[in-house]
């Protein structure tokens, strides 16, 4: 456990080295680390609203999203955070960018925002979704996936200019995504669910409830590692391979909210085996924020 000299709620973690990195939360709370966490520093953000995403693309630009729609930018590694437009007051809860150019926003009411100039304008992408999304990662410049409420899973081919609905046929909220590649993708929500994907989206695996917690976060860059954390302390590590159930994804024309897919057994199947050990249960506050 290493002081990070404030007592807010933190809610989302960057690092773009082993050195440099960044940690947002409550109250407009902005903390950088150059010693890859060992003493963190708070930075002066312009808002006091609660900030649920963050993102650097370098050791100098990032941006950091939030309530009421806030958007920060910085282009000196946050010594000075500024307020861009957004054009929405939902609640913005992840952020991606490409490149320096390119990103991509989530968040309440199924917002989906996309930059092409470096977060300094943003525009609303149109779709039919209402659901809330809660996050959004990239494998590459166009293929990325978003998740949210109700078990919804988006897919973008373009950088995010449009989006596919991949209905996992899950119906809990999914909180939280990684990318290992085009193909490898882990997601984590609520009741303890995991599901896993090793092509792309076309099909999903799902594994039995081991625990009742949600699960907030996820680490995977493929093979063995793979790390999914949520309420009470729940820490979840892959061990082994077991069978699983598979969900094949449904066979109509691309259209968000689709008919969900019906479960279908497969004996051969293989899915990651997450340990929960002896880790106690706690019931902390709800960690997303109602609607607006």
């Not at 966490?37 to 993102?55: F, K, M, N």
């Not at 309440?108 to 930059?115: D, K, Q, V």
């Not at 809990?172 to 995504?177: S, V």
């Amino acid at each position: 456990m290493r002081p990070s000299g404030t007592n807010v709620r933190l809610d989302a973690i960057t690092f773009v080295n082993e050195n440099n990195g960044w940690a947002v939360g409550e109250k407009g709370t902005i903390l950088h680390t150059t010693n890859g966490g060992i003493v963190w520093t708070q930075q002066d953000a312009d808002t006091q609203q609660e900030l649920l995403g963050v993102c650097f693309v370098s050791e100098k630009l990032g941006w950091a999203v939030g309530a009421r729609g806030n958007i920060l930018k910085t282009e000196d590694g946050g010594n000075a955070w500024r307020l861009v437009p957004s054009g929405t007051k939902a609640w913005l809860e992840d952020v991606r960018f490409l490149d320096e150019k390119h990103g991509v926003a989530v968040g309440s009411g199924g917002t989906i925002l996309r930059t092409e100039d470096g977060g300094e304008t943003w525009k609303d992408v149109a779709h039919n979704l209402r659901e809330w999304l809660y996050a959004v990662a990239f494998a590459d410049k166009l293929r990325g996936f978003a998740v949210g409420e109700k078990g919804i899973i988006l897919h973008t081919e373009d950088g995010g200019l449009t989006w596919k609905d991949q209905e996992s046929s899950v119906k809990t909220n999914l909180f939280a995504i990684s990318v290992a590649s085009r193909d490898d993708i882990l997601i984590a929500g609520d009741q303890g669910r995991v599901l896993a994907s090793r092509d792309g989206g076309l099909t999903w695996e799902t594994q039995p409830t081991i625990t009742s917690s949600p699960l907030f976060a996820v680490a995977y860059r493929g093979g063995a590692n793979a790390w999914v954390a949520g309420r009470g302390g729940a820490i979840l590590r892959r061990s082994e391979s077991l069978a699983t159930v598979k969900i094949s994804a449904p066979k109509l024309p691309p259209a968000l909210r689709g008919g969900p897919p019906k479960l279908k057994q497969e004996e051969n199947s293989q899915q990651l085996n997450l340990d929960d050990g002896d880790i106690p249960k706690a019931v902390p506050p709800v960690r997303k924020p109602q609607k607006p």
